[in-house]
């Protein structure tokens, strides 16, 4: 039935060619014709998501074909619809601007049926493993046991970075609000929430603070006590979240998202009406504020800031019952009253970094686990692909930060957008021991210290820091980094990749 056969869209002015295109693929493949790309694109903007292929001819009277590449780059298109482009063979300079402007392959003129085909199927079986493995990565992604370390890394990095907090602050309160939630559900289901929202609003908590990316950094950090006026700006962090949030929509799924709004939004609420930024008070605060908000303060309060000195764990919880950090939700009381030797067993389990690690390592093996055969498959590796949004959005461009990934199987070492504008190199360097460009930049005695920090790495020990000095806009820029090794899920002796992070010291 035709329905069912996959779409391709030819793309060029030759009619000849387009017939001779459609001949060897009609059989198997519907096909639907442009004859320039100002006729690609409307049919690319309402129908993309039904397209399979294109096959796309660079030499166009109105729009050409790196126009089409352009668009469909700029609307995120590529990475859906495979590109061949059509060419004759003598334009060799034009089929490698194609590539680097996204296209996947390309074919010459006169085309032979028997090979259009077979490029047909193979781009297309290649293509289909990309996307599941995408696919894969992106499930994974909303599935909160597997994917809440790359969210948290990447957040409490930012706000840490910021807010001169320790960098467990996010990690705690995400403890400590699962603690407080479980707790709930058991005291009562007024608030009707399933293990689906506990887990989303658990991931959602890492959220909270985000505006405070948008408060001066010498407020955040300010030794003393705020004056007035500053308290009103750091208050504002709430509305910045909100708004956040709210600009960028960064969960697919609605509910985790709509989570995620509400706690940036309300978790300084209480539950008397005496918080901010609203004054709402009770129940119309969103349950998920009322925990976050819980949990934030007593972790603020355990810990010490520039401007407080850290309780003990009694005095917090004395605190919080009696009121002295405004006033919470009975039951909600009752709960931490209950749970606060849970709590303090959970914050103190192993050590924080190797909780991290562990849940860095389930990600690695998960990903890895039977998809040996899709190693050689993308330019980006498997990590970096959902978190890559997530990591532009908050981190890196802000902070200068380079985040960076290397996958043993493939030899490459991924940057992101930020390190690669800092670098200035490329964002994919394959083998980058020995690519010169990338060796001057970072020096050779970076690389090799960070070749002999990684070869004193374990299973149970996987990750390491280190300083170092590089020269960027001429400016002599003092780093940190922070690295984790990945290992084989079945050979604990065997390193898969790293993934990792550099900041700037200050
Ligand atoms: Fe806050
Ligand atoms: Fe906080």
């Known amino acids: 039935m035709s329905s069912t056969k996959q779409k391709i869209l030819i793309i060029g002015n030759n009619q000849t060619d387009r017939v001779a295109l459609s001949k060897s693929l009609s059989n198997d493949y519907e096909i639907i014709q442009a004859e320039d790309g100002t006729v690609a694109v409307p049919i690319l903007k309402k129908s993309h998501s039904s397209l399979s292929l294109i096959f796309l001819d660079l030499v166009m009277p109105e729009m050409d074909g790196f126009g089409v590449l352009t668009y469909m780059k700029t609307n995120n298109l590529l990475r859906e619809i495979p590109v061949i482009v059509v060419t004759t063979d003598k334009d060799t300079k034009k089929i490698g601007q194609a590539f680097k402007a996204g296209a996947i392959d390309y074919i010459t003129k006169p085309f032979d049926s028997d090979l259009v085909l077979k490029r047909t199927q193979n781009i297309l079986s290649l293509f289909a493993k990309q996307k599941r493995l995408i696919k894969i990565v992106s499930d994974k992604f909303y599935e909160r046991e597997n994917n809440i370390n790359i969210l948290l890394n990447i957040l409490a990095q930012a706000v840490e970075f910021r807010n001169g907090e320790n960098g467990f602050h996010i990690m705690n309160v995400n403890i400590i609000t699962e603690i407080l939630l479980k707790r709930l559900v058991k005291r009562t289901n007024k608030y009707n929430l399933s293990n689906d929202d506990i887990d989303m609003i658990v991931v959602a908590s890492a959220l ?299």
């Open 208 to 506: 909270h603070d985000i505006g405070k990316v948008g408060v001066k950094e010498t407020l955040l950090n300010k030794p003393s006590k705020l004056t007035k006026e500053e308290f009103e700006v750091m208050k504002g962090h709430s509305k910045i979240g909100a708004k956040i949030i709210g600009d960028i929509k960064l969960f697919k799924n609605e509910q985790i998202y709509k989570y995620a709004l509400e706690i940036a939004k309300y978790h300084h609420e209480r539950y008397d009406g005496s918080g901010y930024p609203e004054g709402i008070k009770g129940e119309d605060i969103p349950i998920s504020a009322q925990v976050v908000g819980m949990a934030d303060c007593y972790d603020v309060l355990i810990n010490d800031r520039v401007y407080k000195r850290t309780y003990t764990h009694e005095e917090a919880i004395r605190m919080i019952l009696s009121g002295e950090c405004g006033t919470f939700n009975p039951i909600l009381l009752k709960c931490l009253k209950e749970a606060q030797h849970e709590i303090v067993e959970e914050l103190n389990i192993s050590s924080k970094v190797s909780r991290d690690q562990h849940k860095i390592q389930a990600i690695a093996s998960s990903l890895f686990k039977g998809e040996s055969d899709s190693y050689g498959l993308s330019n980006e590796t498997e990590l970096s692909l959902d978190s890559e949004r997530i990591k532009m959005l908050y981190t890196s461009k802000i902070f200068e930060e380079i985040i960076f990934d290397y996958t043993k199987a493939t030899s490459v070492l991924n940057l992101n957008d930020s390190a690669k504008e800092l670098l200035k190199v490329d964002g994919v360097i394959y083998e980058p021991v020995n690519n010169k460009e990338f060796v001057e930049v970072f020096g050779r005695n970076n690389i090799d210290r960070f070749l002999n920090l990684l070869s004193y790495t374990s299973f149970k020990n996987p990750s390491f820091n280190m300083q170092f000095k590089i020269l960027i806009n001429d400016k002599i820029t003092k780093y940190k980094l922070v690295c984790s090794v990945m290992w084989d899920k079945f050979n604990h002796e065997e390193k898969i990749g790293f993934v990792g992070r550099a900041y700037k010291v200050r």
